[in-house]
């Protein structure tokens, strides 16, 4: 499957997703990596990356704005989430949903903010 395919179907989600490109550093157990989100809301985010994710799995993930392909002096916004969902896609890569399983209202605005800046110039 292309890494733009559309999420498997499962429960409706609470957020609307906007098709949203931003450098992402997922922590596991076991290892850090970077990513990039597919999408994004205000509940969770579409990954893509370079290794797989295990549906269940606790992480945390840092997201970090980036503007014509410079990383903003933005603070990245850091938030615990869990994988919903997890395939391979072509080659390599891989594919995850992930919800964000604990956030605060200051962390809910922040993403509000981007959702709101980033769709306004998409």
């Given at each position: 499957?292309?890494?733009?395919a559309?999420?498997?179907?499962?429960?409706?989600?609470?957020?609307?997703?906007?098709?949203?490109?931003?450098?992402?550093?997922?922590?596991t157990?076991?290892?850090?990596?970077?990513?990039?989100?597919?999408?994004?809301?205000?509940?969770?985010?579409?990954?893509?990356?370079?290794?797989?994710?295990?549906?269940?799995?606790?992480i945390?993930?840092g997201?970090?704005?980036?503007?014509?392909?410079?990383?903003?002096?933005?603070?990245?916004?850091w938030?615990?989430?869990r994988?919903?969902w997890?395939?391979?896609v072509?080659?390599?890569?891989?594919?995850?949903?992930?919800?964000?399983?604990?956030?605060?209202?200051?962390?809910?605005?922040?993403?509000?903010?981007?959702?709101?800046?980033?769709?306004?110039?998409?």
């Open positions: 499957m292309p890494p733009n559309p999420s498997p179907p499962g429960p409706r989600r609470q957020h609307e997703r906007r098709d949203l490109r931003m450098s992402a550093e997922v922590r157990a076991k290892t850090v990596f970077t990513a990039t989100t597919r999408d994004l809301s205000e509940g969770g985010a579409g990954l893509n990356c370079d290794r797989p994710l295990d549906e269940g799995e606790e945390t993930v997201l970090f704005l980036v503007l014509d392909d410079v990383e903003a002096d933005t603070p990245p916004l938030v615990k989430a994988v919903m997890a395939r391979p072509d080659g390599n890569a891989h594919a995850a949903g992930v919800r964000f399983e604990v956030i605060t209202e200051e962390q809910r605005g922040w993403l509000r903010s981007v959702l709101r800046e980033m769709g306004a110039s998409a």
